[in-house]
């Protein structure tokens, strides 16, 4: 009974947590999304076009991720509020399980309830809790990328690169996968996911080639779509550069910064070319730190690089960053200057992306029970 309990008054915290998000965050992605796919399938209009009324944002993702959005246009807005949510959930659940599942059988711990337990963490977790409560996509993309490379990179499997080549032809930024690949030297798994972005991103062209013609010549290149580089919830190396009184300098310190991190990065990974789940940890925190823009929701990537320090050797690490960063207190900086704590308060997540990097645990012993691809639970 009291297991129950414990689970049951995490279950209302979590509940909670993403009902005030909710409140703050009212769907504001899903219905760009909505009215983007509605203007193009429904109203025959230009999806580049499409501005969400009173705000300078629209659909920034490529075509083929609009073809993939498109059972959106059969369903009311609530609707798709409701499937969104319901994904997010249970694909949060669904990586928990793989990441986690492996160290509770491991230890003997009671699995129903270990299980549990992480699941409430990780969806309280504020990236996760913003992704619900925004109606992103970054959990989907997460699962797609992880699973590619869990059970089928990790097992030798012909496949393997497919889930990394769709992930990247939905939303650009998984790409950074690719690099892994490369970087790895796992020439097989690198063709199929050049093959597959390449071939889902033809595909889409040759049904919508106006669609495409005007992303990657215009869209894609215009930064305003997005959002201002200097806010608050811009968690990358280039948010907290713009954040800065360094604005002739700006770009290009963000370039030295840039491959500094991927020196770091790629040191790593080719270290420990084995170690499957530490590619994906590092190369989520690589994504996170050097991509132009990485909103709070983005940082969901970082979940697998937080499983390995908490239950492999950097605990103090792993809950720090685990739970500053889900505290919310980085927006005590979003409207007032709190000088000289604002460089690093208003960077949280920079700083544990840095700092993730470096030390999380990746290709030693202690982790070889999560590593190992016959312990990995499908």
Same mark, same amino acid.
């Given at each position: 009974?009291?297991?129950?309990?414990?689970?049951?008054?995490?279950?209302?915290?979590?509940?909670?947590?993403?009902?005030?998000?909710?409140?703050?965050?009212?769907?504001?992605?899903?219905?760009?999304?909505?009215?983007?796919?509605?203007?193009?399938?429904?109203?025959?209009?230009?999806?580049?076009?499409?501005?969400?009324?009173?705000?300078?944002?629209?659909?920034?993702?490529?075509?083929?991720?609009?073809?993939?959005?498109?059972?959106?246009?059969?369903?009311?807005?609530?609707?798709?509020?409701?499937?969104?949510?319901?994904?997010?959930?249970?694909?949060?659940?669904?990586?928990?399980?793989? =990441?986690?599942?492996?160290?509770?059988? #491991?230890?003997?711990? !009671?699995?129903?309830? +270990?299980?549990?337990? $992480?699941?409430? %963490? *990780?969806?309280?977790?504020?990236?996760?809790?913003?992704?619900?409560?925004?109606?992103?996509?970054?959990?989907?993309?997460?699962?797609?990328?992880?699973?590619?490379?869990?059970?089928?990179?990790?097992?030798?499997?012909?496949?393997?690169?497919?889930g990394i080549g769709l992930a990247t032809a939905i939303?650009?930024?998984?790409?950074?996968?690719?690099?892994? =690949?490369?970087?790895?030297?796992?020439? #097989?798994?690198?063709? !199929?996911?050049?093959? +597959?972005?390449?071939? $889902?991103?033809? %595909? *889409?062209?040759?049904?919508?080639?106006?669609?495409?013609?005007?992303?990657?010549?215009?869209?894609?290149?215009?930064?305003?779509?997005?959002?201002?580089?200097?806010?608050?919830?811009?968690?990358?190396?280039?948010?907290?550069?713009?954040?800065?009184?360094?604005?002739?300098?700006?770009?290009?310190?963000?370039?030295?910064?840039?491959?500094?991190?991927?020196?770091?990065?790629?040191?790593?990974?080719?270290?420990?070319?084995?170690?499957?789940?530490?590619?994906?940890?590092?190369?989520?925190?690589?994504?996170?730190?050097?991509?132009?823009?990485?909103?709070?929701?983005?940082?969901?990537?970082?979940?697998?690089?937080?499983?390995?320090?908490?239950?492999?050797?950097?605990?103090?690490?792993?809950?720090?960053?685990?739970?500053?960063?889900?505290?919310?207190?980085?927006?005590?900086?979003?409207?007032?200057?709190?000088?000289?704590?604002?460089?690093?308060?208003?960077?949280?997540?920079?700083?544990?992306?840095?700092?993730?990097?470096?030390?999380?645990?990746?290709?030693?012993?202690?982790?070889?029970?999560?590593?190992?691809?016959?312990?990995?639970?499908?």
């Amino acid at each position: 009974m009291k297991r129950k309990a414990i689970v049951a008054v995490l279950a209302l915290i979590t509940v909670a947590l993403i009902v005030i998000a909710g409140f703050r965050n009212t769907y504001f992605d899903s219905r760009v999304y909505y009215g983007a796919i509605v203007y193009w399938f429904r109203d025959g209009g230009m999806v580049y076009d499409f501005l969400r009324p009173g705000t300078p944002y629209g659909f920034t993702y490529p075509p083929f991720a609009g073809l993939v959005m498109y059972p959106m246009a059969l369903l009311p807005l609530l609707g798709v509020m409701t499937v969104a949510t319901i994904m997010t959930v249970a694909t949060t659940a669904l990586l928990v399980h793989w =990441l986690v599942g492996p160290e509770i059988e #491991r230890r003997g711990w !009671t699995r129903w309830f +270990a299980l549990s337990v $992480a699941v409430c %963490l *990780a969806l309280s977790f504020e990236p996760v809790r913003e992704t619900i409560t925004f109606g992103q996509v970054n959990v989907l993309l997460l699962a797609l990328v992880a699973g590619d490379m869990l059970f089928g990179l990790a097992r030798g499997r012909k496949w393997a690169g497919v889930g990394i080549g769709l992930a990247t032809a939905i939303k650009l930024t998984p790409g950074v996968f690719i690099l892994y =690949l490369l970087v790895t030297r796992r020439w #097989r798994a690198l063709g !199929t996911a050049i093959g +597959a972005a390449a071939g $889902a991103t033809l %595909l *889409a062209g040759a049904i919508f080639p106006d669609e495409s013609r005007e992303f990657w010549t215009s869209a894609l290149w215009d930064t305003n779509r997005v959002g201002l580089l200097y806010y608050l919830s811009n968690q990358s190396e280039r948010g907290l550069l713009a954040r800065l009184p360094i604005e002739l300098v700006e770009s290009r310190v963000w370039l030295v910064c840039v491959l500094a991190t991927c020196a770091v990065w790629a040191w790593r990974v080719a270290r420990s070319r084995d170690d499957v789940v530490g590619g994906l940890a590092l190369t989520g925190i690589l994504g996170c730190l050097i991509s132009p823009v990485t909103w709070i929701h983005h940082c969901v990537w970082l979940i697998p690089a937080l499983v390995l320090c908490i239950l492999h050797g950097r605990p103090y690490l792993g809950w720090s960053a685990y739970l500053l960063m889900t505290s919310h207190v980085t927006w005590l900086w979003e409207r007032r200057p709190r000088p000289p704590l604002e460089l690093l308060g208003a960077n949280l997540y920079v700083w544990f992306s840095l700092a993730l990097l470096i030390w999380t645990p990746v290709g030693t012993r202690r982790s070889s029970g999560l590593h190992e691809p016959d312990k990995i639970i499908a």
